[in-house]
């Protein structure tokens, strides 16, 4: 997928919402050599607001990625949930069809 | 942490925040302890639907509307943050005549209770939304209903509580209550203990555990809903769709519950330690919900349960939601999805809350809500003015936890 080169007034969005830290304090403390979730959550305070990072941590976590090539799986923790890869929608509706059908 | 307060609420989900923000406008001596963190469960795992379609006459009703009366001025003069709302209409969605049936009754009554619904025929459906399968054969559309992001919402509260004074403790789980003489005097938490003589018990489906903390039986059950997301992808979907719980082999009197909402409780009161009704396969509780974000990607639900407070989602679960949610909307056929989740509607037997005061001085609960997103705001508007100036809830007989002993 093509970026586009963002502008400044885009650099100035909320990325996390409870402790208002901006994409711009995010990049900064990367460029200062933060390179996981937890070293810019200290940074920053992204992450450490009411919501306990789970509307933010994501966001930080995508930009941490392009800007350190690290994969998002090393950087954020691992859920147990399915699926483990995406999948595509169609192969779960035909399981569900039949399941639908025995019944 | 603080060492006493006026009121001290118990947990942060939309109940507990918007009671706080609600709170601060009168008092700044206000805490609310959330065991995790702000919209951490429930509040931000839902569909954000702000519905009147779907509300029952009375207590229902009247708690819906004075939301959707409230969140307007609420985002232009208190939020400082987006919360995501939009006023697009909601839809029901249905593909056989025995749901048109059912349609056209509920319609009917509804429209006599001042609910405006219409019946949407086939191509206004796809006026509305083009994507939408060609086998719908019509809808109920109900232009009163709102969407909203629930996480942001809740969130939002919570900001705004805290600069009108209250203190909200995350990581903090309240362990105990001490009483005496039947009132309240302190609640335990596990990072110390808070004097006060009102607390407020909007911990959700989780209500009922605190209810024992102070020997109180409170019946509301943990209904497990599941739901998927997808990936990005371009704008099909306009508004949230919802479908109907109606199989081919039911009757007209359970397609028309199925499609108003009502419970079939009528016959017999809903009694303390009433036990939610086992329900069978998971094949006959699915639900159709799909709901476009504002980042474009889906969420698609659901299944219903009763297993406690398992937040495993499962295989079975998700193939039958993906079976819906194709059937609906077939361009999401291709896409992919990306994560599950799993939480719990604070589940009640007559689909009521339980708000309002108790045998227990200074103990007052908010919780079983199967539509907070919906009831938050008037209901926490409603509960300050109990609080602080001990005026009764409207409609309180029907939310008083009384309608279950009495
Ligand atoms: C999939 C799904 C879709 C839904 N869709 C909609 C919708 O579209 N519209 C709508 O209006 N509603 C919807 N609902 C229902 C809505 O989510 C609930 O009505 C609402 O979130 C309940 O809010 P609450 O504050 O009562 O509970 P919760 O949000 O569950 O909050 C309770 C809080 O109490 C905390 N807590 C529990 N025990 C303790 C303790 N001992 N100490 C401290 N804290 C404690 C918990 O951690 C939790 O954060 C949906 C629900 C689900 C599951
Ligand atoms: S948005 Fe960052 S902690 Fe809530």
Redesign the interface.
């Known amino acids: 997928m093509e970026r586009k080169t963002q502008t400044s007034e885009e650099k100035d969005i909320i990325l996390c919402r409870c402790e208002e830290v901006t994409q711009k304090t995010i990049e900064e403390a990367i460029g200062k050599g933060g390179d996981t979730l937890d070293s810019v959550k200290r940074s920053t305070r992204a992450g450490m607001g009411l919501c306990q990072g789970r509307t933010c941590q994501r966001l930080v976590a995508k930009i941490l990625r392009d800007k350190t090539g690290k994969p998002l799986e090393a950087l954020t923790p691992p859920t147990s949930r399915p699926p483990f890869r995406p999948i595509k929608l169609d192969l779960l509706a035909q399981e569900g069809n039949k399941t639908a059908e025995r019944k | 942490m603080k060492r006493c307060a006026d009121v001290v609420i118990i947990g ?1 989900g939309i109940i507990g925040c918007t009671a706080a923000y609600f709170l601060s406008k009168y008092t700044r001596d206000v805490v609310l302890l959330e065991r ?5 469960e429930a509040s ?1 795992a839902n569909y954000g639907m702000i519905w009147e379609q779907t509300r029952q006459p009375g207590y229902d009703l009247t708690m819906a509307r004075r939301s959707l009366e409230l969140y307007p001025t609420l985002i232009n003069e208190v939020f400082d ?1 987006d919360i995501e709302y939009e006023k697009k209409g909601g839809m029901t969605v249905f593909f056989t005549e025995l749901e048109r049936t059912a349609a056209e009754i509920v319609t009917r009554s509804k429209q006599s209770q001042g609910i405006p619904l219409q019946l949407l025929g086939a191509p206004e459906v796809r006026e509305l939304e083009p994507a939408l399968s060609e086998e719908i054969m019509g809808a109920v559309y109900c232009h009163e209903d709102a969407q909203l992001n629930p ?2 919402t809740t ?1 939002a509260f ?2 705004a509580a ?1 600069k009108g004074g209250v203190a ?1 403790y ?2 903090t789980e309240v362990l105990s209550i001490r009483t005496h003489n039947q009132s309240v005097q302190s609640v335990i938490t596990n990072r110390g203990e808070i004097k006060t003589s009102i607390v407020l018990n909007a911990a959700g489906s989780w209500a009922s555990q605190i209810g024992d903390m102070v020997g109180l039986k409170i019946p509301v059950y943990p209904h497990k809903l599941q739901s ?1 997301v ?2 990005q992808i371009p704008h099909v979907l306009n508004r949230v769709i919802q479908g109907t719980q109606i199989h081919r082999d039911s009757s007209l009197e359970e397609a028309v519950q199925g499609f108003s909402y009502t419970r079939n409780v009528s016959a017999e009161r809903p009694r303390i330690g009433q036990q939610p009704f086992h329900q069978g ?1 998971l ?2 509780n ?1 639900m159709l919900y799909i709901k476009p974000t504002v980042s474009d990607n889906i969420v698609c639900g659901t299944t219903f349960e009763f297993v406690g407070h398992d937040k ?2 499962s ?2 679960s ?10 609906t909307l077939p361009q ?11 939480n719990f509607d604070p589940w009640t037997v007559d689909g009521i809350p339980i708000v309002g005061e108790t045998e227990i001085g200074g103990f007052i609960i908010a919780a079983g809500h199967g539509t907070a997103m919906s009831h938050g705001p008037a209901t926490a508007e409603a509960l300050a003015e109990l609080i602080v100036h001990g005026k009764p809830i409207p409609f309180g007989e029907q939310a008083s936890i009384t309608r279950f002993t009495d």
């Open positions: 942060g995790k963190g702000i919209a951490s931000g943050t996480m942001l969130i919570a900001r805290r909200i995350t990581d998927f997808t990936e396969a094949a006959d699915t495993n989602t295989y079975e998700l193939t039958l939601i993906a079976a819906n949610a194709k059937k999401l056929k291709d896409v992919h999805i990306i994560r599950s989740w799993a």
